[in-house]
């Protein structure tokens, strides 16, 4: 029983670390970020003065992205380059 109750712990311990604690999930986070990041700018490019053929087509999906597109302008304001950030993530 005690070898059952050991083996369990260590299973719920290792699957913890593995969705929580370890830093790959922080990369899979920042990864997902960019690419949302990538996604709203190549669909609203005016809201930085770009113009752009797709905007009237993309104008559909605003009601879809207008809760993430407050937070996502902030992040692309806040970054110096997104050059710099995935160069920080593979540590150049």
Not at 5 to 22: N, P
Not at 30 to 56: H, K, N, R, V, W
Not at 63 to 70: F, R
Request: charged share 25%; with cysteine.
């Amino acid at each position: 029983m005690d070898d059952l109750q050991e083996t369990l712990w260590e299973w719920l311990h290792g699957l913890y670390h593995g969705m929580i604690e370890h830093p790959a999930s922080e990369k899979i986070e920042q990864e997902a970020e960019d690419l949302e990041d990538m996604f709203i700018m190549a669909c609203f490019p005016d809201a930085f003065g770009i113009s752009s053929p797709t905007a009237y087509y993309t104008a559909e999906l605003l009601p879809y992205v207008a809760d993430d597109l407050a937070a996502w302008e902030r992040r692309m304001w806040n970054r110096e380059s997104v050059l710099e950030r995935k160069g920080h993530q593979y540590h150049f």
